[in-house]
C-alpha cells in the first residue's frame, strides 16, 4: 500500500526574514510524496519571488493583495484538494519543522474519529520550552488556554484531545464534510471556528507530543498598527455568538459586560501596547457584538 499524498501549505506575507528558513525545514522532511504550496498574501517586500527562485519544485499562488489568512488558506487548500492530496497541514511562514514531523503526525491520524492532529510547538529561541500543545477553549469566559505554555515537559502522553489547534494536519474527508475556513474571520480565531466544527462533526482533534515544529514568532501582525486588537476583538465575540452552548454564551456575556470588557479597555489605555490599540478594540468589540447573530 502507498504511503498517504500529503500537501503542506504554507501561508506567507512579507516574510522575507523568515520564509526561506521555513521552506529550507520543509525541504528537508522525511517524506517521499510531499507536495508544498506556498500562497502569498500580497507581499509588498518581494518575499514571494524566494519561492521560484530557490525552491523550484514547490508551487507559488499569489494573491495580489491580502485576503486574510482564512480565505488565503483556503485557496492553498482546494489546491492541495485538486491534487488528490489525502492529508493538508497548514503552516505559517515563520516555522521550523522537524524531520520526522509529518511521519509523527501520520502515526495518529490513520483513525476513523481523528479529524486534525497537530504537532507541539515550541520556542524557536528556547528550543525546548513549549509554546502550546493545543489550546482547550474555556467557554463561559471566552478565552483559550495553550496545554503545556512555557513548560519543558520531561515526559508527555502520545496524543492529546484538545479543543483546536493552529497548525492543523487535516484529513481531506473533513473538507468534505465541513467545508473550509471561514473568510469573515479574515484574521485570529479562524483556526478555533474551523475546529469546532470539525468536533461538531464527530472529528477528534489531537496533537501528537512526537511531532515536533518551532516557532520564531509574528512576523506579519505584529508591524500592522491596531489589526490584531481589532481583529481579536471582534472575532471572539464573533466565535462565541456562533459555537458556545446558549448557556455558555450568556455566561460570557454577563462575564464580558461586568468584568472583561473594562479590564482590558483599562489595559489598552494605561499599558498601550500598539499606537490606536484602545480605538481599535472599542471598534472590534462593537463589530463583533454587531456580526450575525447564532
Known amino acids: 500500500m502507498s504511503d498517504p499524498r500529503i500537501s503542506i501549505v504554507v501561508l506567507n506575507m512579507n516574510g522575507a526574514d523568515v520564509l526561506r528558513n521555513c521552506l529550507r525545514s520543509i525541504k528537508e522532511v522525511d517524506y517521499e510524496d510531499l507536495k508544498v504550496v506556498v500562497v502569498d498574501n500580497g507581499s509588498t517586500d518581494g518575499s514571494q519571488r524566494i519561492v521560484p527562485d530557490e525552491f ?24 492541495c484538494l485538486n491534487l488528490g492530496s489525502d492529508y493538508v497541514f497548514v503552516l505559517n511562514n515563520d516555522l521550523i519543522l522537524d524531520r520526522e514531523v509529518i511521519r509523527e503526525l501520520l502515526k495518529y491520524s490513520a483513525g476513523s474519529d481523528i479529524g486534525i492532529s497537530g504537532p507541539i510547538v515550541y520556542w524557536f529561541q528556547k528550543p525546548t520550552v513549549v509554546q502550546s500543545a493545543g489550546s482547550m477553549i474555556r467557554w463561559n469566559k471566552g478565552i483559550t488556554h495553550q496545554m503545556f505554555s512555557g513548560e519543558t515537559p520531561n515526559q508527555m502522553q502520545d496524543t492529546y484531545d484538545i479543543d483546536y489547534i493552529g497548525l492543523p494536519f487535516v484529513k481531506a474527508e473533513v473538507f468534505d464534510k465541513v467545508g473550509f475556513y471561514d473568510p469573515a474571520y479574515f484574521a485570529y480565531w479562524e483556526d478555533a471556528d474551523f475546529c469546532a466544527r470539525v468536533r461538531r462533526a464527530g472529528y477528534r482533534v489531537i496533537s501528537v507530543s512526537s511531532a ?38 450568556r455566561a460570557f456575556l454577563l462575564r464580558f459586560a461586568l468584568l472583561q470588557f473594562w479590564h482590558e479597555a483599562l489595559l489598552h489605555l494605561v499599558h498601550p501596547q500598539e499606537t490606536g490599540g484602545f480605538a481599535s478594540f472599542l471598534r472590534g468589540t462593537f463589530a463583533g457584538i454587531t456580526s450575525r447573530s447564532r
Open 212 to 249: 515536533k515544529i518551532w516557532h520564531e514568532g509574528s512576523h506579519t501582525t505584529k508591524k500592522m498598527s491596531g489589526f490584531a486588537t481589532y481583529h481579536f476583538a471582534k472575532n471572539r465575540l464573533r466565535f462565541m455568538k456562533r459555537n458556545a452552548t446558549k448557556a455558555q454564551y
Open 56 to 79: 523550484p519544485l514547490f508551487h507559488l499562488i499569489e494573491n495580489g493583495r491580502n485576503l486574510g489568512v482564512p480565505e488565503a488558506q483556503n485557496i492553498g487548500i482546494r489546491h
